[in-house]
């Protein structure tokens, strides 16, 4: 099933941290897409929940060096 969240990330101070998180979040499996809201200091995540939940695509944030909120 598709599944959409939204969750705060912080440590993204440009468009570099920008491209970093959205990329890894749409290196995982299962995810779909990946749009990081720098304004907003958060992300949304459209991904397979079948595949993939939402404390591993927090744990990918993590991985690429930005805290997950
Ligand atoms: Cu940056």
């Known amino acids: 099933?598709?599944?959409?969240?939204?969750?705060?990330?912080?440590?993204?101070s440009c468009k570099h941290c920008k491209m970093a998180v959205e990329k890894a979040l749409k290196g995982a499996d299962?995810?779909?897409?990946?749009?990081?809201?720098?304004?907003a200091a958060n992300?949304?995540?459209t991904y397979d929940s079948a595949t993939?939940?939402?404390?591993?695509l927090k744990e990918v944030v993590s991985e690429a060096g930005y805290q997950p909120e």
Not at 1 to 12: C, D, E, H, P, W
């Open 1 to 12: 099933m598709a599944g959409q969240v939204t969750f705060g990330v912080k440590g993204m």
């Open 30 to 39: 299962g995810v779909t897409d990946a749009e990081v809201n720098l304004q």
């Open 52 to 56: 993939v939940g939402v404390d591993k």
């Open 43 to 45: 992300v949304t995540v």
